[in-house]
């Protein structure tokens, strides 16, 4: 099954950038302000993106300044059975940060748009962490001709 995969590092401690993988505020400040749920092992966080759809993520692992696993328990079929990893390791006075949005069913133009728009939003997370003030959906950058 194919991966995507990423790597940032992100001038901030392995905590800060925890806080924002964790909480409502943190997820509303850099993937879409229209974050709803509780930051813990076994709740859903529901993700909304107004007229391009809606998105739920089940957390399975939580490992404090290091780890966190979701699982999509609902969003755009290709997703289906997929799960998130964001893994984070202190260097220097950065954290670098590992994700992985892993078991695609297959590799599809759907998925290379995805693997774009991790980008863009893994860059929005960055800047979110580093500076407060990030790039949530609505206020992404748009990469297709439809407007997302």
């Not at 400040?29 to 709740?43: P, Y």
Request: with cysteine; proline share 3%; charged share 25%.
């Amino acid at each position: 099954m194919p991966d995507i995969l990423h790597k940032v590092a992100i001038k901030a401690s392995p905590a800060e950038t925890y806080k924002a993988l964790t909480t409502m505020d943190g997820l509303a400040g850099w993937w879409t302000t229209d974050t709803k749920g509780e930051g813990k092992v076994g709740s859903l966080i529901h993700f909304r993106f107004a007229d391009r759809g809606a998105i739920d993520m089940k957390i399975a692992e939580l490992d404090a300044d290091k780890h966190v696993l979701w699982e999509v328990a609902s969003g755009p079929d290709a997703w289906g059975g997929s799960k998130l990893s964001f893994d984070l390791a202190q260097d220097d006075d950065f954290t670098i940060l590992l994700f992985k949005h892993k078991d695609w069913k297959e590799a599809s133009e759907f998925m290379h748009h995805c693997s774009t728009k991790w980008a863009m939003f893994l860059m929005s997370l960055k800047a979110f962490v580093e500076t407060g003030r990030g790039a949530p959906f609505p206020n992404d950058v748009h990469i297709s001709n439809k407007g997302d």
